[in-house]
């Protein structure tokens, strides 16, 4: 079975300052694993994907995630947020041919 | 760049209609999908679809709902007797493959039962 944990359903950071929306895995296989972001009243929009290739991921924005199997994490940062960074984020997960699978999400807030 | 396009965006309907969401797929994907999100909550996997068959279903997707590709281009997901707790977002999706793909995600359609 698959999962992804997200600790914090809300974040609240200063504009200009490190995001860090922490997700972690559970998985029987290697995973592979998602980030999307949820602007209100908005779709999900594809952040970056990791694949089993470089363990550092670029997204799009300036957010970047770090695959560490030692850790089951993919925790995702952006060195310094900007106010339209507000939104819902969400870490997903996909074993192979399964479903892609949420987590419960983290609300961003930017505090001007 | 390529867009899965969902119509309507917002719908209001009676309990115990029924209701069609309309999902227009990127056309050169292969597989199609319905997650939904309940205000405030997950996003929750409801149904694949795959060469015109139903690849996977969770235990959401019980008899009342059915999905449909009815042509080339259209993904449909048809809920028979709309219930309260149906109310919620409604996301249609499309990926070209399997394996490491992620899913295109359409805007969504907010279903509200009354």
């Known amino acids: 079975a698959q999962s992804v944990t997200q600790l914090g359903s809300h974040v609240s950071v200063s504009e200009g300052a490190l995001v860090l929306l922490r997700c972690n895995y559970s998985s029987s296989v290697p995973p592979y694993l998602f980030w999307y972001v949820q602007y209100p009243n908005q779709g999900l929009q594809l952040l970056l994907k990791y694949t089993s290739a470089a363990t550092l991921v670029k997204g799009i924005n300036g957010f970047e995630a770090e695959f560490k199997k030692s850790e089951t994490s993919f925790h995702l940062t952006k060195p310094s947020a900007h106010m339209s960074d507000a939104a819902e984020y969400f870490c997903a997960v996909k074993n192979g041919n399964e479903k892609l699978t949420f987590g419960t999400g983290t609300r961003l807030t930017i505090i001007p | 760049e390529p867009e899965v396009t969902q119509t309507p965006s917002h719908q209001v309907t009676q309990m115990g209609q029924e209701v069609i969401l309309r999902c227009v797929p990127i056309?050169?994907?292969?597989?199609f999908y319905w997650y939904r999100q309940i205000l405030g909550q997950k996003v929750e996997f409801l149904v694949s679809f795959y060469n015109n068959e139903i690849s996977e279903k969770s235990e959401i997707f019980d008899d009342q709902f059915s999905v449909e590709r009815p042509d080339g281009s259209n993904f449909t997901l048809k809920i028979r007797s709309t219930k309260l707790e149906d109310s919620a977002m409604y996301f249609c999706?499309?990926?070209?493959?399997?394996?490491?793909?992620?899913?295109?995600f359409g805007s969504g359609t907010r279903l509200t039962v009354v």
């Open positions: 999706a499309s990926s070209p493959g399997t394996s490491n793909y992620g899913y295109t």
């Open positions: 056309s050169n994907h292969l597989y």
